[in-house]
């Protein structure tokens, strides 16, 4: 983990040297704070997949209409995605419409659950914008804002929020567990495979 931690690191200042802003987010700073290994670290920035294709070598457009490309640096790949605001969503499950931004805080207000919008800087500084981290100190799954909002945008969360309670031995917010019963329908909806996905990580967790 220590290494590639280093090497985003260095990602991040290449981006900083360039004039951009750039934070390691979500689950790998979770689990920064929570002491547990982490092989996968997203990042976020104000660069545009163009502006990022310019800085470095090797990039794959992942998905270009979601701002996300991959970053292959000393054979280590990072998925690293634009600020972004999602207008609408389709079919429950991804965004139709996005429009790129400057801002990190509406970045992030855009997210699933509130342990996963911790930011992490090039000087390994955890930047808490929404007031979180006592989430993850408590052990508490939170949505970020109206618990139904975020469900009806993505089904999958309620899968998503599933795992990290079982995985984490996290607790469930009240809020968001009784939205989970309301839109728990949405879930007939999902494809087959994604629903497997998760189902296997949360049957197979302690």
Wanted: aromatic share 10%.
């Amino acid at each position: 983990m220590i290494k590639l931690l280093e090497k985003a690191i260095e990602i991040l200042n290449v981006f900083k040297s360039n004039g951009y802003n750039a934070y390691i987010v979500g689950g790998f700073v979770r689990d920064y704070i929570l002491g547990k290994e982490s092989t996968d670290i997203d990042i976020s920035t104000n660069a545009t997949p163009k502006d990022i294709q310019g800085l470095f070598n090797e990039v794959k457009l992942q998905s270009e209409q979601y701002g996300s490309v991959n970053i292959i640096y000393k054979k280590c790949n990072f998925e690293v995605t634009t600020f972004r605001m999602e207008l609408e969503y389709k079919d429950n499950r991804y965004p139709s419409k996005i429009v790129y931004t400057d801002s990190l805080l509406i970045d992030l207000k855009r997210r699933d659950f509130t342990m996963n919008t911790l930011c992490m800087d090039e000087n390994k500084e955890i930047i808490d914008i929404l007031n979180v981290k006592d989430d993850i100190n408590n052990h508490i799954i939170k949505s970020v804002g109206n618990a139904d909002n975020r469900l009806k945008e993505d089904a999958l969360r309620i899968l998503r929020a599933i795992r990290f309670a079982t995985i984490l031995d996290f607790d469930i917010d009240p809020e968001l567990q009784d939205a989970i019963f309301r839109n728990k329908y949405l879930l007939k909806d999902l494809s087959f495979y994604r629903k497997k996905q998760e189902l296997n990580k949360i049957l197979s967790s302690d």
